[in-house]
């Protein structure tokens, strides 16, 4: 793994006197890129960026443009209406105009570092783009290359020791997360609550974790008496939950070794997968379900008997934040079943 600021071709993170009393002031951004597959991590702005012809690395040199992501109203206009009836707002993607700058003491250290730099921004890959002050908290979000490089960019003379360029970087979700709230109850059968704090300012929808054995149930939002029920699962059984109504999922995460067929069940799934090209329906899943060839509760939204619909609301600012709580129960447990719920807090932007 290489972690930038560099002193020649060893990591140094090291804070040096003025970035020190950068951190004490408070009064600088502190922003750090992680790549996707962990191998490369830059500080670019803040108490732990390079420091020009003492430390190898890249700088943020004038700022962000684009921390905030777009929208768009949705309105209705009839024929002779005066204005629009506004039924809705909508956001585009959070696309940041970084101006950088690219510092080494050698001509091969800066070809190295703009190398790595380069390689580790792909518009396919997500890296982690953090960013954090004393008195805001912590903020990040995916980030992917947005546009393509600068033909600047590729014209770079070796014998240069400084580079600058603009890059541009996309959050697919629009907004900046910040620590999830995690809660667990845990009970062979009973009732309870999870606790949430969220502190972004955008509703917050759970993502739930089921441990298995028993039936789970919880409320449909704050202070709800309507219950949503899920279940039976087995023992051991494992299953996680997505409220986001646009990415709603069931996923069952049991690890579970491969099943073994005797002479009867080898024949139905051959015939089974031959007739549907391996895209089984439910109802057949639930069919091959009598043969003991899938688990016997069939799909799992077989098991879901409800829809999750109100989220939890945000705060303006995040010191507002209060406690919110979610109704939960198991029945038919043991002291192996909980249920986790977790809260990722979004904000329109970090400060």
Same mark, same amino acid.
């Given at each position: 793994?290489?972690?930038?600021?560099?002193?020649?071709?060893?990591?140094?993170?090291?804070?040096?006197?003025?970035?020190?009393?950068?951190?004490?002031?408070?009064?600088?951004?502190?922003?750090?890129?992680?790549? %996707? #597959?962990?191998?490369?991590?830059?500080?670019? *702005?803040?108490?732990? &960026? !390079? @420091? =020009?012809?003492?430390?190898?690395?890249?700088?943020?040199?004038?700022?962000?443009?684009?921390?905030?992501?777009?929208?768009?109203?949705?309105?209705?206009?009839?024929?002779?209406?005066?204005?629009?009836?506004?039924?809705?707002?909508?956001?585009?993607?959070?696309?940041?105009?970084?101006?950088?700058?690219?510092?080494?003491?050698?001509?091969?250290?800066?070809?190295?570092?703009?190398?790595?730099?380069?390689?580790?921004?792909?518009?396919?890959?997500?890296?982690?783009?953090?960013?954090?002050? %004393? #008195?805001?908290?912590?903020?990040?979000?995916? *980030?992917?290359?947005? &546009? !393509? @490089? =600068?033909?600047?960019?590729?014209?770079?003379?070796?014998?240069?020791?400084?580079?600058?360029?603009?890059?541009?970087?996309?959050?697919?979700?629009?907004?900046?997360?910040?620590?999830?709230?995690?809660?667990?109850?845990?009970?062979?059968?009973?009732?309870?609550?999870?606790?949430?704090?969220?502190?972004?300012?955008?509703?917050?929808?759970?993502?739930?974790?089921?441990?298995?054995?028993?039936?789970?149930?919880?409320?449909?939002?704050?202070?709800?008496?309507?219950?949503?029920?899920?279940?039976?699962?087995?023992?051991?059984?494992?299953?996680?939950?997505?409220?986001?109504?646009?990415?709603?999922?069931?996923?069952?995460?049991?690890?579970?070794?491969?099943?073994?067929?005797?002479?009867?069940?080898?024949?139905?799934?051959?015939?089974?997968?031959?007739?549907?090209?391996?895209?089984?329906?439910?109802?057949?899943?639930?069919?091959?379900?009598?043969?003991?060839?899938?688990?016997?509760?069939?799909?799992?939204?077989?098991?879901?008997?409800?829809?999750?619909?109100?989220?939890?609301?945000?705060?303006?600012?995040?010191?507002?934040?209060?406690?919110?709580?979610?109704?939960?129960?198991?029945?038919?447990?043991?002291?192996?079943?909980?249920?986790?719920?977790?809260?990722?807090?979004?904000?329109?932007?970090?400060?």
């Amino acid at each position: 793994m290489t972690v930038y600021p560099l002193i020649g071709a060893t990591s140094d993170a090291t804070i040096l006197p003025q970035g020190a009393a950068d951190l004490l002031a408070g009064d600088e951004e502190n922003i750090m890129v992680t790549s %996707q #597959d962990g191998l490369t991590q830059c500080t670019i *702005a803040g108490a732990g &960026k !390079p @420091w =020009p012809g003492i430390q190898d690395g890249i700088i943020l040199s004038d700022g962000i443009k684009g921390l905030t992501p777009g929208f768009k109203h949705i309105d209705l206009k009839a024929a002779r209406q005066p204005g629009v009836t506004w039924t809705g707002t909508t956001y585009d993607v959070l696309e940041m105009d970084m101006m950088l700058q690219a510092h080494a003491n050698t001509p091969k250290g800066l070809s190295k570092l703009v190398s790595e730099w380069v390689s580790m921004w792909d518009p396919t890959q997500l890296n982690t783009f953090e960013y954090w002050t %004393q #008195d805001r908290g912590y903020w990040y979000f995916p *980030a992917r290359l947005s &546009k !393509p @490089w =600068p033909d600047t960019m590729k014209k770079m003379p070796r014998l240069l020791r400084a580079k600058a360029f603009t890059q541009t970087i996309r959050c697919d979700s629009g907004f900046w997360y910040g620590f999830p709230s995690v809660d667990e109850f845990q009970s062979a059968s009973g009732s309870g609550f999870l606790k949430f704090l969220n502190i972004g300012d955008q509703f917050g929808w759970p993502t739930l974790l089921f441990y298995g054995p028993g039936t789970f149930s919880f409320g449909n939002g704050q202070n709800s008496k309507v219950w949503i029920d899920f279940g039976p699962l087995k023992a051991g059984q494992i299953v996680l939950m997505r409220t986001l109504p646009r990415l709603r999922t069931l996923t069952d995460l049991t690890s579970a070794p491969t099943q073994s067929l005797n002479g009867v069940q080898e024949l139905i799934e051959a015939i089974v997968n031959f007739v549907y090209n391996n895209n089984i329906p439910p109802l057949i899943q639930w069919f091959e379900s009598l043969f003991g060839i899938l688990p016997p509760q069939g799909p799992l939204y077989s098991l879901l008997n409800g829809r999750y619909s109100i989220p939890f609301p945000g705060v303006r600012q995040p010191q507002w934040a209060t406690p919110q709580y979610l109704a939960v129960k198991i029945t038919g447990g043991n002291s192996s079943s909980k249920i986790v719920g977790r809260i990722d807090p979004q904000r329109r932007w970090p400060e």
